[in-house]
T-cell receptor, first 114, second 113 residues
Framework: NAGVTQTPKFQVLKTGQSMTLQCAQDMNHNSMYWYRQDPGMGLRLIYY???????DKGEVPNGYNVSRLNKREFSLRLESAAPSQTSVYFCASSEGRAVVSPLHFGNGTRLTVT | EDKVVQSPLSLVVHEGDTVTLNCSYE??????LLWYKQEKKAPTFLFMLTSSGIEKKSGRLSSILDKKELFSILNITATQTGDSAVYLCAVEITQGGSEKLVFGKGTKLTVNP
């Protein structure tokens, strides 16, 4: 059982370049999330998708877009990368509204923007 | 503004010591409180607490929630070097019909041999 799979594991971008971080889960979870983790800041929610077909902004959505492609997949896009977006990005999923359940995290993507 | 505060931010102990990590919160629409352990990669789930006063236990780790005073503690007894990690506290809230986690900044625990 793979759980939550993120790709790529590492990425280096130049300022202004674009890229998409991919996330897929095989647990039939309803809700999916994108977080970024920076030193001293903890985990901060970028966007989330409570169910297939819906997405909502989290705490730090500026500079990002998301797509819930289907129940399994939730991608995060940086249209024009900036050095402030250098971070570790985690995708997570949970069963969702009807069930109080913990988040399951992917192994993260370490992104550097120069 | 929803807020989760962990203390201390970092802690260094010797193997065999007992540690207590603290998490206080101020949120609207509380649903649950969760503890995660993060080593090098993804946070891994430890406990979920929804009711006050009921201790959850797993081996040397235990946790309890006080919904009146709005805090939780995570205890680790007889610490081992493998317990070295960042421990994250998160509160699940309901907002706009959806559930979200608000994370604290974490407590970095270092256990020296």
């Amino acid at each position: 059982n793979a759980g939550v799979t993120q790709t790529p594991k590492f990425q280096v971008l130049k300022t202004g370049q674009s890229m998409t971080l991919q996330c897929a889960q095989d647990m039939n979870h309803n809700s999916m999330y994108w977080y970024r983790q920076d030193p001293g800041m903890g985990l901060r929610l970028i966007y989330y998708s409570a169910s297939e077909g819906t997405t909502d902004k989290g705490e730090v959505p500026n500079g990002y877009n998301v797509s819930r492609l289907n129940k399994r997949e939730f991608s995060l896009r940086l249209e024009s990368a900036a050095p402030s977006q250098t971070s570790v990005y985690f995708c997570a999923s949970s069963e969702g509204r009807a069930v109080v359940s913990p988040l399951h995290f992917g192994n993260g993507t370490r992104l550097t923007v120069t | 503004e929803d807020k989760v505060v962990q203390s201390p931010l970092s802690l260094v102990v010797h193997e065999g010591d007992t540690v207590t990590l603290n998490c206080s919160y101020e949120v609207t629409n509380f649903r649950s409180l969760l503890w995660y352990k993060q080593e090098k990669k993804a946070p891994t789930f430890l406990f979920m607490l929804t009711s006050s006063g009921i201790e959850k236990k797993s081996g040397r780790l235990s946790s309890i929630l006080d919904k009146k005073e709005l805090f939780s503690i995570l205890n680790i007894t007889a610490t081992q070097t493998g317990d070295s990690a960042v421990y994250l506290c998160a509160v699940e809230i309901t907002q706009g019909g959806s559930e979200k986690l608000v994370f604290g900044k974490g407590t970095k625990l270092t256990v020296n041999p």
